[in-house]
């Protein structure tokens, strides 16, 4: 990915050093809050940052230290640490679960969202949010472009689009949005590292071979995230909706015989099923590809292909 550089530096800030402005060259350094900092992309972000020279003072938290659902520690957390970015990674992602669990699903996913939206009028945080592939209902056949109609089947993507409704109306323009899809990460629990614990651990597994996505590396989406900052830093602001997952398309199916490649395994027979074949909770779209040229070309870009990025990541884990 094209990445902008400058003279720059990330600090974790210490308990004593916390309330102080932090300088680097001369340069004040400018606050920003990742939430929810333990998940798939909170811990990209952190790997990440830990190893570059940014601008930026990042105070990571997750619910223990700083629980999005109370707009007072929100509010607290922003005013006390004079938090200029807030990049919300924390969200409710248990799919399945979320349909029964739907009040838990909505105040994280929705309720919180409007909670970081009026903190952020009120102290002009520029708020950089996740959202999902999930918000479509999958009867396209073209990849979905941002002015697309959102249409969730599911709690899960009611709720994200909610949450994403609530930004844009209360945020001024102080809000990016950024939707992803299929998201692996080295960290956490997801597709990737649970296909190659059971193709290791079975004969034969049965694959959903009739959905079609994009898988998307969560290092690459931390790129991105970084990227916005420094852009932003030493361009402009850029509010809007914004689509980012790796380039490509492919199904569930494939992209387990792709990961099954590159892993090196030769023992597991993989299968293709019909959706219909794999009960599950929730409704899932037949095809949430995306369309990545308004990201492209307003951030100049380049974004890894799905295979490129996947193979840096099964690497990472085997060599890690
Ligand atoms: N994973 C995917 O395939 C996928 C696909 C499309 C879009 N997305 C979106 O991408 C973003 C990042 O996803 P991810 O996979 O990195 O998620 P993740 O791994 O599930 O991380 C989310 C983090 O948020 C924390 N959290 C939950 N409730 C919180 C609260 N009230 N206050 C603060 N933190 C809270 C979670 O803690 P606990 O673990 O303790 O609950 C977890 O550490 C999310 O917005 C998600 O909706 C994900």
Redesign the pocket.
Known sequence: MAIFTGISKALGGTETEKHQPQFYYGLVLKNVLV?????????ELKERTSRMNLPFRFFF???DT?????INQIDAFVAENHIQYLI???????VDKAELDVEKAT???AT?VSHIAQTAVKYGVKVI??????VFDGTSTVPYKETATAQPLSV?GKT?LAGEEALQAAAGEEWIIL???????T??N??VKTMIRLMNERERLTIVDDQWGCP?Y?AD?AEMVIHILQFTEEQEWRSGLYHFSNNGATTWFRFAETIKKLAGITTCELIPIQSHEYPSAARRPAYSVMDLSKTTSTFNVEIPSWEKSLERCIHKLQND
């Open positions: 939430t929810g900092a333990s998940g798939q992309l909170g811990s938290t997750d619910v700083l629980d999005i659902t109370n919300n990674c924390a969200a409710y992602t248990a105040m994280i996913n919180a949010h996740i959202s999902t592939d999930f899960y994200k939707r992803t899809s299929w998201l692996y990460s960290f956490g997801n597709f998307t969560a989406l």
